[in-house]
């Protein structure tokens, strides 16, 4: 393949980060292994279908959304053991809540090589699409990726009202089924009801919305527009719509007066 680093031909599995829905977010290298792979188990839910019909006409192509962890991982481990090229394809980047590790633990134990090739998370497109910077110079340098507890326990630590103490910007995954809860978090970290939030449903796709909204209003816009997943939901005061024509805040980088590696800052000798 030459999308890998291994010789020859023989079995491998490679997870791919699809990007977060337009098939042309992908990396070059991320495509030419879906172009390429003898099997392609992908992520039919979130995965769009104009991406896997880059596959091989002869390609097995299956989808894993009906599949148990159990299934996958039989597939995954019999084609690569069969000298198969194997392209696993995941939504966004594999790395963030993507399951991942359930996989590679297989992989590790059965001795089957793998290899992760990164894509675009789905807060990278929700903050695009919002066209938004999530880092602004000194409002936010910090940026938190995580979800609010729902079936899924949050670890000891990182309830979300422990996280949103920090200040920063929070992009939060899986959450928008449980707005509430969300909202009700935020306002124990101490966050007003009128702190910027702007929701992102199905960042890319040709149906995605955006809601801008506030802390106070999140969970009545979400539940009018009737979303329940899908949906990105960014927050702080980065999402203010106000900065963007506020000319006030610009990075060191770029300061004529401020020197670095590249380039010497004016009036500096
Ligand atoms: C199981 S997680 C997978 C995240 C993925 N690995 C990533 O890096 O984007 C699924 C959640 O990601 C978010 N998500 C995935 N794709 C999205 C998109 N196109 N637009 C908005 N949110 C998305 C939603 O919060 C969704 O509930």
Do not use: N
Request: charged share 25%.
């Amino acid at each position: 393949m030459t999308g890998a680093r291994g010789k020859g031909r023989e079995g491998k599995v490679w997870f791919v980060g699809a990007g977060p829905g337009d098939p042309d977010l992908i990396t070059v290298k991320g495509l030419r292994i879906i172009q390429e792979a003898d099997v392609v188990v992908y992520t039919d839910s979130l995965v769009s279908e104009a991406l896997i019909a880059r596959a091989r006409p002869d390609a097995e192509v299956l989808k894993s959304a009906g599949m148990t962890l159990e299934e996958i991982v039989a597939v995954l481990v019999d084609r690569a053991r069969a000298g198969k090229a194997v392209a696993r394809v995941h939504t966004g980047d594999p790395s963030v809540f993507g399951a991942v590790l359930e996989q590679i633990v297989a992989l590790e134990r059965e001795g089957i090589p793998y290899e992760i090739v990164p894509g675009v998370s789905a807060v990278f497109a929700a903050a695009a699409a919002a066209r938004v910077e999530l880092t602004v110079p000194e409002v936010c340098q910090t940026v938190i990726l995580t979800r609010v507890e729902g079936r899924t326990p949050m670890p000891k630590g990182e309830r979300l009202r422990d996280l949103a103490r920090h200040g920063g910007t929070l992009a939060l995954f899986l959450s928008a089924a449980l707005t509430k809860a969300v909202t009700a978090e935020l306002r124990a970290a101490g966050w007003r009801d009128d702190t910027p939030v702007v929701v992102v449903y199905k960042a890319t796709w040709p149906d995605e919305r955006i809601i801008r909204t506030t802390l106070g209003e999140l969970d009545a816009a979400v539940r009018r527009a009737g979303i329940r997943s899908h949906a990105m939901i960014l927050a702080g005061q980065a999402l203010d719509p106000a900065l963007a024509r506020s000319g006030a805040f610009r990075s060191r980088l770029y300061d004529p007066a401020f020197t670095h590696g590249f380039r010497k800052g004016k009036g500096e000798g």
